[in-house]
C-alpha cells in the first residue's frame, strides 16, 4: 500500500484519480484549498474505502506561505510518502493578481508545486514519484511575465507559459536528483477533458476525466514509468514524447528554475 498525495483533488481529474487508487488499494491524501470541500470529499471516500485509507489536508495554493504549513502538516501526519501528484491548476479566475504581485497561473500551476516538492523531499522515498501535470498548451516563458513584471491579458497565454515552466522545471529537478531522490515526470493528462477548468475556460463540455486519471494512475504506479525520470508523456499521443523545444534546452530551463528560485528567495520562500 502506497501513501499518495495528490493536490487539488476534491474535483475533476484529481478526484478521479484518487477514487482510482483507493481502489487500486493505496492510501490517498486529498487536498484542496476549501475545507468544506476537502472535508466533504473525505467523508465520501471514507465510506469507499475506510478512513484509515483517507486523509485531508487545506492550503489556497496562490498563497505561497500556505505551502509551507502544507507540508509541515503533510509531514508531520506521514513519516514517509511514496507519490506526489502535483494536480491543482488554475487557467482564469476573477483576480489573477496574487496579494505577492504575481500572475496567478505561474503561482499554482508552477511556483507552488516547485516549491511544495522540495518542502516534502525529507519524505519522499527514493523510490517514489512526482507527477507533474503538465499540458499540450505550452509556450515560450516570458521570464518578466514570471516575476511579474509584465501583465498578461490573454489567459490561455499565462496558462500555456506556466504549463511550459513546470515541465522545464520537471526536467531540471529530476537531472539534480538523478539517484538520490524520486524520480520526476511530466505529464499531459490529455486535451480538453472534462474538468471545471475546461467547461470555464473553453464552453465545451470535454471528454471523460477517465481518461487522465488512468494515466496519472499508470505514471504513479505502472513499471513503464519507472525508468522515465525527466520525461514527458503525452497522453494524446499516448506515448513518451518531446514537449516544447524549450524545455529540452538546459540553458533556458535553468534560467526559469534561477528565476524561480529568486522570486522565492524575494518573498521569503
Given at each position: 500500500?502506497?501513501?499518495?498525495?495528490?493536490?487539488?483533488?476534491?474535483?475533476?481529474?484529481?478526484?478521479?484519480?484518487?477514487?482510482?487508487?483507493?481502489?487500486?488499494?493505496?492510501?490517498?491524501?486529498?487536498?484542496?484549498?476549501?475545507?468544506?470541500?476537502?472535508?466533504?470529499?473525505?467523508?465520501?471516500?471514507?465510506?469507499?474505502?475506510?478512513?484509515?485509507?483517507?486523509?485531508?489536508?487545506?492550503?489556497?495554493?496562490?498563497?505561497?506561505?500556505?505551502?509551507?504549513?502544507?507540508?509541515?502538516?503533510?509531514?508531520?501526519?506521514?513519516?514517509?510518502?511514496?507519490?506526489?501528484?502535483?494536480?491543482?491548476?488554475?487557467?482564469?479566475?476573477?483576480?489573477?493578481?496574487?496579494?505577492?504581485?504575481?500572475?496567478?497561473?505561474?503561482?499554482?500551476?508552477?511556483?507552488?508545486?516547485?516549491?511544495?516538492?522540495?518542502?516534502?523531499?525529507?519524505?519522499?522515498?527514493?523510490?517514489?514519484?512526482?507527477?507533474?501535470l503538465s499540458s499540450a498548451a505550452?509556450?515560450?516563458?516570458?521570464?518578466?511575465?514570471?516575476?511579474?513584471?509584465?501583465?498578461?491579458?490573454?489567459?490561455?497565454?499565462?496558462?500555456?507559459?506556466?504549463?511550459?515552466?513546470?515541465?522545464?522545471?520537471?526536467?531540471?529537478?529530476?537531472?539534480?536528483?538523478?539517484?538520490?531522490?524520486?524520480?520526476?515526470?511530466?505529464?499531459?493528462?490529455?486535451?480538453?477533458?472534462?474538468?471545471?477548468?475546461?467547461?470555464?475556460?473553453?464552453?465545451?463540455?470535454?471528454?471523460?476525466?477517465?481518461?487522465?486519471?488512468?494515466?496519472?494512475?499508470?505514471?504513479?504506479?505502472?513499471?513503464?514509468?519507472?525508468?522515465?525520470?525527466?520525461?514527458?508523456?503525452?497522453?494524446?499521443?499516448?506515448?513518451?514524447?518531446?514537449?516544447?523545444?524549450?524545455?529540452?534546452?538546459?540553458?533556458?530551463?535553468?534560467?526559469?528554475?534561477?528565476?524561480?528560485?529568486?522570486?522565492?528567495?524575494?518573498?521569503?520562500?
Open positions: 500500500m502506497k501513501t499518495i498525495l495528490i493536490t487539488g483533488s476534491t474535483d475533476g481529474i484529481g478526484l478521479v484519480t484518487a477514487k482510482a487508487l483507493l481502489e487500486r488499494g493505496h492510501r490517498v491524501l486529498i487536498h484542496g484549498r476549501s475545507e468544506q470541500k476537502v472535508n466533504g470529499v473525505v467523508a465520501e471516500l471514507a465510506t469507499l474505502a475506510g478512513a484509515e485509507r483517507v486523509a485531508g489536508f487545506v492550503a489556497d495554493l496562490s498563497d505561497l506561505v500556505a505551502i509551507d504549513s502544507l507540508a509541515s502538516d503533510v509531514l508531520a501526519a506521514n513519516a514517509s510518502l511514496d507519490v506526489l501528484i502535483n494536480n491543482a491548476g488554475v487557467f482564469q479566475a476573477p483576480k489573477v493578481v496574487t496579494a505577492d504581485g504575481l500572475d496567478l497561473r505561474f503561482v499554482v500551476n508552477t511556483l507552488a508545486p516547485y516549491l511544495l516538492t522540495q518542502k516534502l523531499a525529507p519524505a519522499l522515498r527514493p523510490a517514489g514519484r512526482v507527477v507533474n505550452q509556450s515560450p516563458v516570458d521570464v518578466k511575465a514570471l516575476t511579474g513584471e509584465v501583465a498578461f491579458n490573454d489567459h490561455y497565454a499565462a496558462y500555456a507559459q506556466s504549463k511550459l515552466a513546470i515541465t522545464m522545471w520537471t526536467r531540471m529537478l529530476a537531472q539534480d536528483w538523478e539517484g538520490q531522490g524520486p524520480i520526476l515526470i511530466a505529464v499531459n493528462p490529455g486535451s480538453l477533458l472534462a474538468s471545471k477548468m475546461v467547461k470555464e475556460g473553453f464552453g465545451v463540455p470535454g471528454k471523460d476525466l477517465g481518461i487522465g486519471a488512468d494515466i496519472l494512475v499508470r505514471a504513479a504506479l505502472d513499471e513503464e514509468f519507472a525508468g522515465a525520470n525527466s520525461q514527458y508523456f503525452d497522453n494524446d499521443a499516448q506515448r513518451f514524447a518531446p514537449p516544447h523545444a524549450d524545455a529540452l534546452d538546459d540553458a533556458l530551463c535553468r534560467q526559469v528554475v534561477a528565476t524561480m528560485e529568486r522570486m522565492l528567495d524575494r518573498i521569503g520562500r
